[in-house]
């Protein structure tokens, strides 16, 4: 089998946690990251098996510490045990302070994940595989984003709407500057937004983020958009962007930017 690149063998999903997905305390909701490390368990089935999957069930999950407003949350999962239906798949959600970098896991549960077209298609799933990705944390100046695109995110035509996609580029522009300069960012531009071809209902959004320069006070965001047929596995490019994003002090003004490593 042709090994193909390391982002497309495993599931990895960064977001940032708003005010309204709080509590008063600041906090995560419980349910908005069980959400969350659902959507994840069904991304790696249905890409794993090529299948349409329902959830059966989810194993305790215990919340060892919290993500706070403002922290950048990320999400892994990986295929552990397959059935001649089901599987289960471990996810794992971890938060990271975007200004000091500091991270910790939150929470960890296996999902049951079943074939929802079990009775019309009566063939096994394809066995676990041999080998796991290795999760480890995601490089400074880069962000993964992956959004599942439903009928509320799309037009008439069942496509996702062009703001929507920009919304989601733009938000991992600013991840991806933040983890960089580890400091506060603004958009200052958008060099350009390129949109390729539509993203369909029922597909996945899988954006990406690196920066690729850094000036005294910016740096230039390139952004890639790629959707994904969960069911056929084709991929194709959909979109590509490039922001300027500025370090900003704590009173809003431009500030050095860290150095592009090489």
Do not use: W
């Not at 799933?125 to 995601?138: E, G, K, V």
């Not at 390729?196 to 006070?217: F, H, Q």
């Not at 890639?224 to 969960?230: F, G, N, Q, Y």
């Amino acid at each position: 089998m042709t090994s193909q690149p390391a982002h497309l063998a495993e599931i990895r999903h960064t977001d940032l946690v708003f005010p309204h997905q709080t509590n008063h305390q600041g906090s995560y909701f419980g349910g908005a990251a069980m959400a969350e490390m659902d959507k994840v368990a069904f991304l790696v089935a249905a890409r794993h098996a090529r299948r349409p999957f329902v959830t059966a069930s989810c194993d305790k999950l215990d919340f060892v510490a919290p993500a706070h407003v403002g922290d950048l949350v990320e999400l892994t999962g990986q295929v552990r045990m397959v059935g001649r239906h089901s599987m289960i798949v471990d996810v794992e959600l971890a938060a990271e302070n975007l200004l000091t970098g500091v991270r910790h896991i939150c929470t960890r549960g296996a999902f049951t994940m079943v074939a929802a077209d079990r009775k019309a298609n009566p063939d096994r799933l394809p066995p676990a595989p041999d080998s796991r990705p290795d999760f480890a944390p995601s490089p400074a100046g880069y962000a993964r984003t992956l959004q599942l695109v439903f009928p509320g995110d799309t037009n008439h035509l069942g496509q996702l709407f062009g703001g929507n996609a920009m919304s989601l580029m733009g938000k991992a522009a600013y991840i991806a500057a933040s983890r960089h300069t580890r400091g506060n960012v603004g958009m200052a531009a958008s060099d350009k937004i390129d949109f390729i071809a539509p993203t369909k209902e029922g597909e996945l959004l899988d954006v990406i983020a690196d920066v690729v320069s850094v000036g005294r006070t910016s740096m230039q965001v390139a952004v890639r958009a790629e959707a994904e047929d969960l069911m056929s596995g084709e991929r194709r490019l959909v979109g590509e962007a490039s922001y300027v994003m500025v370090a900003l002090d704590g009173d809003g003004q431009p500030t050095p930017a860290s150095p592009l490593k090489v």
